[in-house]
């Protein structure tokens, strides 16, 4: 993983990482659940030309800093953002997220309304429809002190194979990149914390304020997204009046890796 480009910045006590190429309007890509900015890496760079293009680090993820008694709920993770934007200074932001980062973004949409031009959302938690396996899971006690006292690579395989269409594509180079941060016991138990603070209520709570939403919004799901259901997209789709949803047959769960050429594209005609 190339450390060197990466950037950071302080946000109250917590160091967030993250990675800033080209310039223009600006794109801010969030990321989901058990991986960080490496997901964008086929994806990202392609704006560059013609945007200022942000892939961010969660707090609790990646190479930002570690977390193990903070508050990492989505609503955290949302203010943590809406102060990095402020830092940073930037205006009319193009949001494009990933799984629990589309229920950041949701969240952001509807709370920091002014800071957002765009909204895009991939493969999106939202409502109750979530969470689901394997996150239940990681929650039971017992299978929590096992993935913090040794990663099972053999586990971590097998959740990222069935997020993906094309089962080939689970490489040793993407396995590394999924478990770099996961090497050693801080970063198990930071990722855990995050699973442990993830609440359906953060998401319940602003229901009636996602049918207010005017934000011209994009919603792509993945047709072989064996994680999160269909249902969420349709609703979504359902409440924000100035939304589009494609279905990409060929996409799973992890679709940045399946089909990142596409996405890609559908972004670019979007905004």
């Not at 910045?9 to 990675?19: D, Q, S």
């Not at 973004?105 to 920091?112: F, K």
């Not at 309304?113 to 959302?121: A, G």
């Not at 006690?141 to 959740?159: H, T």
Request: aromatic share 10%; glycine share 6%.
């Amino acid at each position: 993983m190339d450390l060197i480009n990466y950037q950071y910045l302080h946000v109250g006590e917590n160091k967030i990482a993250y990675k800033r190429q080209g310039e223009g309007q600006t794109i801010l890509f969030i990321h989901g659940i058990v991986t960080y900015s490496f997901i964008w890496r086929n994806i990202a760079p392609s704006f560059a030309a013609r945007n200022d293009v942000i892939t961010i680090d969660l707090l609790g993820c990646g190479f930002s800093d570690k977390a193990f008694h903070q508050d990492l709920s989505l609503k955290k993770q949302a203010q943590i953002i809406h102060t990095f934007c402020s830092k940073l200074k930037l205006q009319k932001i193009i949001l494009v997220c990933h799984d629990v980062g589309g229920g950041i973004g949701q969240i952001l949409a509807v709370n920091y309304p002014k800071y957002f031009s765009k909204l895009v959302l991939i493969n999106s938690i939202g409502y109750n429809y979530w969470p689901v396996q394997p996150i239940i899971s990681m929650r039971i006690p017992i299978i929590r002190q096992l993935i913090i006292s040794v990663l099972d690579m053999g586990m971590l395989s097998l959740v990222i194979k069935r997020g993906l269409y094309y089962k080939n594509n689970l490489s040793n180079e993407l396995l590394a990149l999924f478990s770099l941060p996961l090497k050693n016991i801080d970063g198990r138990k930071s990722v855990l914390q995050f699973i442990k603070n993830l609440n359906t209520k953060d998401l319940i709570e602003i229901d009636e304020q996602i049918s207010e939403l005017t934000i011209p919004t994009l919603i792509i799901r993945g047709k072989a997204d064996i994680y999160l259901s269909k249902a969420i997209c349709n609703r979504l789709h359902t409440q924000i009046k100035t939304s589009k949803l494609i279905t990409i047959k060929t996409g799973g769960h992890f679709i940045q890796e399946d089909e990142p050429e596409l996405i890609s594209s559908y972004i670019k005609s979007f905004i």
